[in-house]
């Protein structure tokens, strides 16, 4: 049997067809993602998707047991609503009701970092794991709860928004209008920000000889650098790995899960991030030695996890 | 029916014999709590609680639909054991086990915080909603999760931390080893020593003339004089209203709740109290008004919290 998974995202709109017994995803395909307006569908460039899918790969609609829709945002997966997305133009489009006029299969929508949260459960990283914290470290620092193997969602699917935790009362400002909330600490845009602080202070730094290779500030410049001895560019890092680390803890006083997954773009440094920020979950969680481990991981599923985590989506249901 | 409830605390062991049907206390009895050594236990003291309140009411047994007890420190409640509480010494001590040697209703234990969220939902002001977030303000701040009606403890109990999540990286020191917890800027504690180091910039300040009459400064010495119009109280009140709407709004970002409780002395001071905090909820919570709101209350079982809480244990299980 095979599921399709579909990951909207501000750039494109991809779906997969994926194998629900050994999680490979068979056939993929995407297209741009267009400027929604009143007179255009999200459903219709969704479902351009699904029909490509379903012609190259011969699959007939009896051996798919549904269609999972990620898509970043506010999302009321109970009622299969995409609530806003900012960067989508999109509001209170009942996509799954749209979409169900022509499809009989279920249909499930869900925020995309829930979907990764649950790909990683179902194939990737989480795999063998009740309780888990994902988090991704990308333009944003997203979240997806699993408790006890279901997804923790929160009213009306407006919960699990950890990155919109103030880990600095008066701090930076956020996107969300708080000051001082994780991602604005802890995110990729975050490090770049720190990144350029930093080079600005240290003319002499290895970074500025990284950046100027990548044609811009990423946020790989800091951790390459560091890689050489930079001890600026260190800096930068252990300061960043400390921030990413409260939220971390926060996360795992609040949840105690068996683990953490990390994904997202910062998540490619793997080991070189998780060994720290293991280090400091040990010394630093609530209770020390007398509470259970957290383990912190790589998530696994990179440039799968939107596709597999929407299809996630309907082994989950 | 009725359910016996024992609040273990550091002063005493209060116990009681509740009536299922109206979350009446019928009767209840305490004994100090001892300085337990190896020697010494404290199953011991909890059965004599238990003893007096049956010979006094002549309840039968076979009325008892069981016996809840709320503890503070870390509890395994899955398993029955005190894994440490700090200021009882005691330390992997299988309560639950040894009192079931000698009574033959169900018995559950649960930390303390985590009760008193329970008491709420079953007896008191939680009443109608499923998903609830307690906050406790006294010497710590405590936290006590319901997740659609049940109680969210993490792995083995040792979740629902929330008091030791950093809002303030870098910040004062918290008892628990870490720095900018939410329990040194938002516990009672906290709001004195806020209040004393405004004291001592403000000497013509009214907090002065409340200190003296209470022979102390207290929690309540700033919201008192900030009450008649004294401009530094104020700050304080400010202030410390402001580092808890911190923490509330994180647990709202995290678990949309249908409402927060806010139990603890502190929270003596009600609408004062709760007002402004709904308010910084309902302006700087995640997604505004798209996202469902988050209810900020005053818990309401007060000094009957420990009893009625380690009571409820009996009527979730």
Same mark, same amino acid.
């Given at each position: ?75 009321? &997966? ?11 133009? /999109? ?41 888990? /914290?994902?988090?991704?470290?990308? $333009? ?48 990729? &845009? ?48 252990? $300061?960043?790995?400390?921030?990413? &680390? ?51 991981? $790589?998530? &696994? ?17």
């Amino acid at each position: 049997m095979y599921l399709i998974g579909i990951d909207v995202g501000g750039m494109s709109i991809k779906g997969g067809i994926v194998d629900k017994l050994d999680g490979k995803i068979i056939e993929q395909y995407s297209i741009p993602t267009n400027a929604y307006s009143k007179e255009y569908s999200i459903s219709e460039d969704i479902s351009k998707v699904i029909d490509y899918l379903i012609v190259k790969t011969g699959i007939k609609f009896d051996q798919i047991l549904g269609i999972g829709i990620g898509q970043p945002g506010s999302v009321d &997966s109970e009622r299969g609503i995409i609530r806003y997305a900012n960067n989508l133009s /999109v509001e209170n489009v009942p996509v799954v009701a749209e979409l169900q006029e022509k499809y009989s299969v279920p249909i499930y929508i869900n925020n995309d970092a829930n979907c990764a949260a649950l790909g990683e459960y179902v194939f990737g990283a989480g795999r063998g794991y009740k309780d888990i /914290v994902f988090i991704t470290l990308g $333009t944003g620092v997203g979240s997806g709860i699993i408790i006890d193997g279901k997804l923790f969602e929160g009213r009306s699917s407006a919960g699990a928004e950890a990155g919109h935790m103030v880990i600095h009362v008066n701090g930076e400002p956020c996107s969300c209008g708080r000051k001082g909330c994780w991602e604005a600490y802890a995110s990729a &845009s975050a490090l770049i920000r720190q990144t350029k602080a930093m080079m600005d202070a240290h003319p002499e730094s290895l970074m500025h000889k990284f950046a100027q290779e990548e044609g811009k500030v990423s946020g790989k410049t800091a951790f390459r650098a560091a890689k050489v001895g930079d001890e600026a560019a260190q800096l930068v890092v252990d $300061t960043y790995i400390n921030y990413i &680390s409260e939220g971390l803890i926060n996360m795992a006083n609040i949840f105690r899960p068996d683990a953490i997954l990390i994904g997202g773009g910062i998540s490619n440094e793997k080991e070189y991030l998780t060994k720290p920020l293991q280090r400091l979950m040990d010394s630093t969680s609530f209770g020390g030695a007398f509470n259970p481990k957290v383990i912190v991981k $790589t998530a &696994s599923l990179q440039n799968d996890a939107g596709i597999l985590g929407a299809a996630a989506l309907i082994i989950e249901e």
